[in-house]
């Protein structure tokens, strides 16, 4: 009778023991890492079909429309979308970028000036690279507005 105190101490000692291990033994990502969530196969999209641009060279799409006028509308969905990693100016000065193992394309050098438009798109919505693709979150015309703002910045 005196080593049932000792016996129940360790019976609930291997009971605070998590025996499948579910939470202890998890695959874990990073939010740039692969695999992302994708739309479950034959599922209906809410805003009507949308395009899969994984297969399309951005360097011969073109816009539907000119994007002189939709710099304003791109600025805010830049704000909202791209400015945690890329900046307000496009230098990809935040702290975000700052502890990236990949640091963020500066959206205002050469390099970017000398993509398409359809090549910005292209990473916006269908990016497989670092950068999440914007494929379920923005429409094409969403898009192209923050294509547009983004000529704006690489001086384009």
Request: proline content about 6%; aromatic content about 8%.
């Amino acid at each position: 009778m005196r080593y049932f105190p000792i016996l129940l101490c360790l019976l609930l000692l291997s009971a605070c023991e998590n025996v499948d291990r579910d939470l202890w033994s998890q695959i874990t990502y990073k939010p740039q890492e692969s695999p992302r969530k994708f739309n479950p196969v034959n599922s209906v999209p809410r805003f009507g079909a949308r395009k899969d641009y994984s297969e399309v060279e951005g360097a011969t799409l073109e816009a539907p429309a000119p994007l002189s006028g939709l710099s304003a509308k791109g600025k805010g969905l830049y704000d909202i979308y791209c400015a945690v990693c890329h900046g307000a100016t496009g230098h990809s000065d935040t702290p975000v970028a700052a502890k990236m193992d990949v640091e963020p394309f500066d959206l205002t050098g050469e390099s970017t000036a000398a993509l398409t438009d359809g090549e910005v798109f292209i990473k916006i919505l269908a990016s497989d690279t670092v950068m999440p693709n914007y494929r379920n979150e923005l429409t094409d015309d969403e898009a192209w507005a923050v294509t547009a703002y983004v000529r704006t910045l690489s001086g384009g």
